[in-house]
């Protein structure tokens, strides 16, 4: 993994996060607002400039890539270097809970 990258997108902006959270299996901008909102129960709302711009981002940085078209909608899923993003960042937010509750790692 190219270390700009990693340092570009780790740590994540929350909606970066839920965005390719979100593509682990082919989605469109639509879809990925509606399922975040859905998860968050509406504290978390990705506005349309955001997500394109996002998308847009993460496909040229080869985060994510065009799966097809579904209804004139664009559909997008995660490349390898996109699986690896995430799988890092969320291991950063789980070190991160398990610090709050009080659990640490020996040294």
């Known amino acids: 993994m190219d270390d700009k ?10 909606s970066g996060f839920y965005i390719l959270y979100c593509l682990q299996t082919p989605q469109h901008g639509y879809g990925i607002s509606q399922q975040v909102k859905k998860m968050t129960g509406g504290a978390v709302v990705i506005s349309a400039g955001t997500m ?23 559909l997008y ?16 937010i789980e070190r991160l809970y398990r610090n709050i509750k ?6």
């Open 5 to 14: 990258i990693k340092r570009i997108y780790v740590p994540m902006t929350e």
């Open 52 to 74: 394109y711009g996002t998308l847009s981002k993460m496909e040229k940085d080869g985060l994510i890539r065009f799966s097809h078209e579904e209804e004139k909608r664009k």
């Open 77 to 92: 899923q995660l490349t390898e270097l996109g699986e690896e993003i995430l799988a890092i960042e969320m291991q950063r």
């Open 102 to 107: 009080g659990e640490y790692i020996n040294e």
